[in-house]
T-cell receptor
Framework: AQSVAQPEDQVNVAEGNPLTVKCTYSVSGNPYLFWYVQYPNRGLQFLLKYITGENLVKGSYGFEAEFNKSQTSFHLKKPSALVSDSALYFCAVRALGTTDSWGKLQFGAGTQVVVTP | DAGVIQSPRHEVTEMGQEVTLRCKPISGHDYLFWYRQTMMRGLELLIYFNNNVPIDDSGMPEDRFSAKMPNASFSTLKIQPSEPRDSAVYFC??????????????FGNGTRLTVT
């Protein structure tokens, strides 16, 4: 069974400071890892993904994430946060190679990011 | 590309009534997913389709819930009869066929259902 954990319900950061949103996962085999963002009254929007290759993945809006296999983590980072980054962020994992991996994407509970001016 | 289109955006109904949620996926996407989002349970996958065929409906909570995809450009999620505990935001998402399943999901803006 696969699972994903986002240990923080909320992250508060001042504008201009670095932002980190934590994610750890558990899967059998190699993972596909994703980050999504949700703004109020909107659907989830894809930010970035890790499939294979370089551990540091760059995505939309200046976000990046680092895959760490030994720590089974995929933390989302942004060097300088903006007020407009305030939103709900979801980490998701899909197991590679299982018969149902094509469809099932396991989402974390979400982390609310609040960026203050 | 208009993205995934869901209707209605808001639905308020009384307990016992039938509710039908609609979704138009992105053209060319082979997978369609229905999710439910609540504060208590987060995001839950209800059912997904591949090429209009239901693949996994194990997330459908009860027989009151049913989903169809009569063609590649339209899907419905029906609740009959509706109950207050069905109140949630329902999302439809679609995804193209990606090599090994690495394609991201594209979400609609959801339908906020309130059952009184």
């Amino acid at each position: 069974a696969q699972s994903v954990a986002q240990p923080e319900d909320q992250v508060n950061v001042a504008e201009g400071n670095p932002l980190t949103v934590k994610c750890t996962y558990s899967v059998s085999g190699n993972p596909y890892l994703f980050w999504y963002v949700q703004y109020p009254n909107r659907g989830l929007q894809f930010l970035l993904k890790y499939i294979t290759g370089e551990n540091l993945v760059k995505g939309s809006y200046g976000f990046e994430a680092e895959f760490n296999k030994s720590q089974t983590s995929f933390h989302l980072k942004k060097p300088s946060a903006l007020v407009s980054d305030s939103a709900l962020y979801f980490c998701a994992v899909r197991a590679l190679g299982t018969t149902d991996s094509w469809g099932k994407l396991q989402f974390g509970a979400g982390t609310q990011v609040v960026v203050t001016p | 590309d208009a993205g995934v289109i869901q209707s209605p955006r808001h639905e308020v109904t009384e307990m016992g009534q039938e509710v039908t949620l609609r979704c138009k996926p992105i053209s060319g996407h082979d997978y369609l997913f229905w999710y439910r989002q609540t504060m208590m349970r987060g995001l839950e996958l209800l059912i997904y389709f591949n090429n209009n065929v239901p693949i996994d409906d194990s997330g459908m909570p009860e027989d009151r819930f049913s989903a169809k995809m009569p063609n590649a450009s339209f899907s419905t999620l029906k609740i009959q009869p509706s109950e207050p505990r069905d109140s949630a935001v329902y999302f439809c998402a679609s995804s193209p066929v990606g090599a090994g399943g690495n394609s991201p999901l594209h979400f609609g803006n959801g339908t906020r259902l309130t059952v009184t």
